[in-house]
């Protein structure tokens, strides 16, 4: 009895070297494996099969299979196949169940926000084997995901196929697929040219003057994800031995994915083997912020925004005044 298999693997895994290697095992014993793909443009002409890997073969379109004599055929071979249509998989079906050939679909199993495709759904649907093939994000675990990237970002709307676009997919577990962490993120001390990271130091710090007085001295800590500084510390030195965290700033457009967090537990982790406590001064606005990470309310120092700052700074409508100063033990 002929079976229904489908293959699934997300972006690199290699299905369609899997497919050619399949066809050629085929054609080594003298038999005679059909190739397959679903035609996506009716300008694509190409008629091949190629892998990352550079491999290519020769195919048929899905849409041409009534013109294709299957009698001679001992399988057919459907690459792309999460392309396919529900009826495309039908006909597959038939051609299992009625001629008795062997099928055997490679594709996707989820498109770039995590939704089936049609042909994978009803692949899992029907198949009679159903079978993983497995690939790795960077970070080791096996990827299940496929991020599409533009401009070396991971995006998460848009249509679930573009034709002709600069787009390209990255294969990543869920956990790095949801954060959009295309590779590992890292964080560094700088000591040059640190001027450099003063715009995003100004978002939590309005006082250029102010971060000119803490930057100098102090040290800067930058966190990197997908090549872009996504988070900027600075840590100082107090008079009575203990550290404070003079600016935390995380970019506008990655705010809420928790890169301030990481940023602070790092600072957590390397302060503790030189300081027992950790001090910042913030506003009122940033205080649950501070205290869900253990640091608690240690003194205000009143009017410290009105008085050491030429503007006055604006946050959630009302005109800040008083520093609220927070400690935590290291
Ligand atoms: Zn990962």
Same mark, same amino acid.
């Given at each position: ?25 085929y054609q080594e014993r003298g038999q005679n494996a059909l190739m397959l793909k679903p ?7 190409e008629h091949t099969v190629g892998s990352r890997s550079g491999l290519n073969a020769p195919?048929? *379109? %899905?849409?041409? @299979?009534?013109?294709? !004599? ?10 792309? &196949?999460?392309? /396919? ?59 299940i995901m496929n991020a599409r990237v533009a401009n070396g970002r991971v995006v998460k ?39 450099? *990271? %003063?715009?995003? @130091?100004?978002?939590? !710090? ?10 100098? &001295?102090?040290? /800067? ?110």
């Open positions: 009895m002929a079976k229904l298999y489908f293959r699934y693997g997300a972006m690199g895994s290699s299905k369609t070297a899997n497919a050619i290697m399949v066809q050629y095992n035609r996506l443009d009716s300008r694509d002409e195919c048929r *379109y %899905m849409e041409e @299979l009534d013109d294709i !004599d299957l009698t001679a055929c001992d399988c057919v071979i459907v690459d792309e &196949a999460q392309f /396919l249509t529900k009826a495309q998989v039908q006909r597959l079906v038939s051609i299992v169940d009625e001629l008795n050939v062997p099928v055997i679909c490679y594709g996707l199993r989820a498109d770039f926000q995590g939704n089936l495709f049609e042909g994978s759904h009803w692949l899992m649907a029907w198949a009679d084997s159903i079978e993983e093939i497995k690939t790795v994000c960077w970070c080791g675990r096996k990827a709307t848009g249509e679930q196929i573009v034709l002709g676009g600069n787009e390209s997919y990255v294969a990543l577990c869920r956990r790095h697929w949801a954060l959009g962490e295309l590779a590992p993120m890292e964080i560094r001390r700088i000591s040059a040219g640190k001027a450099a *990271y %003063m715009p995003l @130091l100004l978002e939590a !710090d309005p006082s250029r003057a102010m971060i000119e007085r803490y930057l100098d &001295a102090g040290e /800067l800590y930058v966190l990197m994800a997908n090549g872009q500084t996504v988070a900027v510390a600075v840590m100082s030195e107090r008079e009575d031995g203990s550290c404070e965290l003079k600016n935390l700033a995380v970019a506008p457009d990655m705010r809420g994915q928790g890169y301030g967090a990481k940023l602070l537990r790092h600072l957590f982790k390397v302060m503790a083997a030189r300081y027992d406590r950790m001090y910042v001064g913030t506003s009122e606005g940033n205080v649950a912020f501070y205290e869900r990470f253990g640091f608690v309310k240690d003194g205000v120092i009143a009017d410290f925004f009105t008085e050491h700052y030429e503007e006055p700074i604006v946050e959630d409508g009302r005109v800040l005044r008083d520093m609220i100063v927070l400690a935590r033990q290291l």
